[in-house]
């Protein structure tokens, strides 16, 4: 498999785009608006309001919002426990913002009171917590390894080993657990002077951290600092991308060339085509998002029923794959082209599940309903593809 990321700068904007095979699977937008997103405070508890489950936290310049299920580590938040029972009006928290707010809409950022940092190998965290290994982390030998370092290197607080650790070497990773754990002795405000404690990454190092895998074959960069920037963050921090970063300088648009913009279009305009002519209809709700499947035009000479199941095979990889490119999560309601019997029904279903298995989040799905739907839940992880392009 060829597997290449594309860093496209353009008018205070990065899009970044995962290329599997020549065809765009995922896509992030990092704009200067959202900088305060990953950004480490020191909080003091505003307002605890029950009936929201949530507390109000004043960072110093502006407010955020803490949810109960981002303040259950804590303490012992076992079932029947609420905000109230985690923190207290007054009290100062260490906490991350993990979105960013939205000024327009009275949006306020919202943060969690369990904030890890995170490096290309490892995550760390200041409260106490498991270490673990990334579960995709497959080769054995590595993982007896890397086991062995987590034993050595453990604190007693969280601790995870990402995916990344498996490519270079345990002393590359312990390098860089040890200045992670480092970090939170210097970070940690002795003053207790609310305000911001640590910055979120630069947006070129952020993409190289987290959207350049381990087996990336080559990092495309359009743009002359980025890339020298991204040659320098590589040879100081990260050897498994050395030689791996390129500018790109060809005529034809970065994004344009592999696909991506295309794909970004169909997605904003909610209509995804499919090879046969007939299309995905994607429509996101507050509730769920809801893909419909048309058949569009019927080829001549093809009989109706063999057109929906060719249809519907067709529409079961396409809404794999546009769930991971627009980052579609939460609960899925799909209507597929009424089909002929429970034969063709399997057919569809094993066809979903071969496209599902790409997905490197959680998917589970349940069967056709009697009035032909089909269920999905997709695990949350950032911002849907929509509301990374709107900036909210």
């Known amino acids: 498999m060829t597997l290449q990321t594309l860093i496209d700068m353009k008018d205070g904007e990065i899009r970044a785009a995962l290329i599997e095979n020549s065809e765009a699977v995922e896509v992030h937008v990092l704009s200067e608006a959202g900088g305060e997103s990953g950004a480490l405070y020191l909080a003091r508890v505003k307002k605890v309001e029950s009936k929201l489950n949530a507390a109000f936290l004043d960072l110093g310049r502006f407010d955020a919002f803490l949810p109960f299920r981002h303040a259950r580590a804590l303490k012992d938040a076992g079932p029947g426990k609420r905000i109230s029972d985690l923190v207290r009006e007054g009290e100062t928290l260490l906490v991350k913002i993990i979105a960013s707010g939205n000024e327009g809409d009275g949006k306020l950022p919202l943060a969690t009171a369990n904030p890890m940092v995170a490096g290309r190998y490892a995550l760390s965290g200041h409260l ?3 270490a673990m290994l990334s579960q995709k982390i497959t080769d054995p030998q590595k993982k007896a390894a890397l086991s062995a370092l987590l034993d050595d290197v453990a604190d007693g607080n969280s601790l995870v080993l990402r995916t990344n650790a498996e490519a ?10 040890r200045d992670l754990q480092a970090l939170w002795k210097i ?15 630069d947006r070129v190092e952020k993409v190289l951290r987290d959207y350049a895998p381990h087996n990336v074959d080559e990092i495309l960069i359009n743009d002359q600092v980025a890339w020298l920037k991204a040659k320098k963050l590589v040879g100081q921090k990260w050897p498994d991308l050395e030689g791996k970063i390129k500018l790109y300088d060809e005529e034809t648009p970065l994004l344009e060339a592999f696909g991506v913009a295309e794909k970004i279009d169909a997605a904003i305009s909610g209509v995804i085509p499919l090879p046969s002519g007939g299309n995905l209809f994607i429509e996101e709700t507050h509730a769920m998002t809801v893909i419909d499947v048309n058949s569009g035009t019927m080829q001549r000479g093809t009989s109706p029923e063999g057109v929906y199941i060719a249809t519907n095979l067709e ?10 490119f627009q980052n579609l999560s939460g609960l899925i309601t799909v209507d597929f082209i009424d089909l002929p019997g429970k034969a063709a029904q399997e057919k569809v279903l094993e066809a979903l599940d071969a496209a599902l298995a790409r997905d490197p989040l959680s998917v589970e799905r349940t069967g056709f309903n009697r009035f032909g739907l089909l269920s999905l839940r997709r695990k949350r992880r950032g911002k849907t593809l929509k509301t990374m392009l709107e900036g909210n």
Not at 168 to 177: H, I, K, L, P, R
């Open 168 to 177: 270079v070497s345990e002393d590359m990773v312990m390098d860089e657990v």
């Open 315 to 324: 529409a079961a990889k396409a809404i794999a794959g546009e769930l991971r």
């Open 187 to 201: 970070i940690t405000p002795e003053d207790g002077k609310i305000g911001l404690v640590l910055s979120g990454l």
């Open 128 to 130: 106490p917590g498991k």
